[in-house]
Nanobody
């Protein structure tokens, strides 16, 4: 599956952005879809995961501000980011895994910049 992330940009602190990750094929067979972020000098950080079964998971740093969701009709996963902070500035990546597979598919990153 190929993943295409979009929606990044420049926003002031307190603002909102919605990231999208469009898959090239049906996401209904994917086990998990996730959003990561990366800043220079730091390891890529898992931000949110939405499993095929079960509830979404969020990193402590974004819980209550970010929401991950899927649209099976459009084969897209979204990351709604509210109350953005300068420390949310990063390149955001979407990823996906099929059930019974340890292989991770990655989309290209989309840059989110939050100004103070």
């Amino acid at each position: 599956v190929q993943l295409q992330a979009s929606g990044g940009g420049l926003v002031q602190a307190g603002g909102s952005l919605r990231l999208s990750c469009a898959a090239s094929r049906s996401i209904s067979r994917l086990n998990t879809m996730s959003w990561y972020r990366e800043t220079p000098g730091k390891e890529r950080e898992l931000v949110a995961t939405i499993p095929k079964f079960g509830s979404p998971w969020y990193a402590d740093s974004v819980r209550g501000r970010f929401a991950v969701s899927t649209d099976n009709t459009n084969n897209t996963v979204y990351l709604q980011m509210n109350s953005l902070k300068p420390e949310d500035t990063a390149v955001y990546y979407c990823s996906a895994r099929y059930m019974f597979s340890t292989y991770t598919y990655w989309g290209q990153g989309t840059l989110v910049t939050v100004s103070s």
